[in-house]
Nanobody, 121 residues
Framework: QVQLVESGGGLVQAGGSLRLSCAAS????????MAWFRQAPGKDREFVAAIDWSGGSTAYASSVKGRFTISRDNAKNTVYLQMNSLKPEDTAVYYC??????????????WGKGTLVTVSS
């Protein structure tokens, strides 16, 4: 059974930074692409960033490009999201997702329960 457990959320002032972590278990982590999504209050869940199985290819939503960095440590079965220059509009529950393929295809088949990030102005 695959489990994805996010951590690192919290309250931060605008302009600050946070690093989210997602620890995976249950199947071979290193062969699957990983992604981060977020859902703000009253809005649909949206894609934030993705990374392929090796970490050699990444993709970002335009709203976070240049501010957020996705990375992974296959030895630790963990994916990270470094968030810098945070804005109030980044406030959301952030979800980790594991794709069904090695290169991200937008088809996550496992999701974490989320971690809340609140950015104050």
């Amino acid at each position: 059974q695959v489990q994805l457990v996010e951590s690192g959320g919290g309250l931060v002032q605008a302009g600050g930074s946070l690093r989210l972590s997602c620890a995976a278990s249950g199947r071979t982590f290193s062969i699957y692409a990983m992604a981060w999504f977020r859902q703000a209050p009253g809005k649909d869940r949206e894609f934030v960033a993705a990374i392929d199985w090796s970490g050699g290819s990444t993709a970002y939503a335009s709203s976070v490009k240049g501010r957020f960095t996705i990375s992974r440590d296959n030895a630790k079965n963990t994916v990270y999201l470094q968030m810098n220059s945070l804005k109030p509009e980044d406030t959301a529950v952030y979800y980790c997702a594991q794709d069904s393929t090695s290169y991200y295809r937008g088809s996550p088949d496992y999701w974490g329960k989320g971690t809340l990030v609140t950015v104050s102005s």
